[in-house]
């Protein structure tokens, strides 16, 4: 099977486990845990293990979602230049919507980067129960820290909508014991 210049994926990957928020410290200023950046190496091995490298990338400009990015970076899946998005941060599903819609044209695989609630309602309306049945369960477990949905559409990103693409996977790393 050949795939279509129209062809695209999208990895919408929630930041992994940060630090707790002190009293004088701003959220978007929260680092990640030894823990959280174990987790994004994790990520960003199994992204290369599945062959998926990105041709863009979006990322909220949280320093935890930076960090997260730096990671995956790190662990060898192949990047993009990183495109700071401010959009991103305290996203709703439509703004994360919006901002894929956005991504080049030329690019066949966007990651973005980012925080849960707007990636989790993101990736359930975009998806809207299409799919792989293992990923929708897994999906509806929860999208905890580090966590990233695999879907597939076709055609060109400005025309992404909510009900346009399928779940391929959901994966959330998981320490060995």
Known sequence: MTTSAEDRTLVLLRHAEPEPGG?????RERSLTDRGRDEAQLIGRWLREQGIGCDAVKCSPALRTRETMAEVAAAGCPEAEVEIEH???????EDVLAVAREAPQDASVLLVVGHAPG??????????????EQAHELLAEGFPPAAAAVLRFSGHWGDLAFGAATLDRFHVPVFSA
Do not use: F
């Open 119 to 132: 990636l989790p309602g993101a990736t359930s309306m975009l998806a809207d129960g299409e799919g792989s």
């Open 87 to 93: 959009r991103l941060y305290d996203a709703r599903a």
């Open 23 to 27: 009293v004088d410290q701003h959220d």
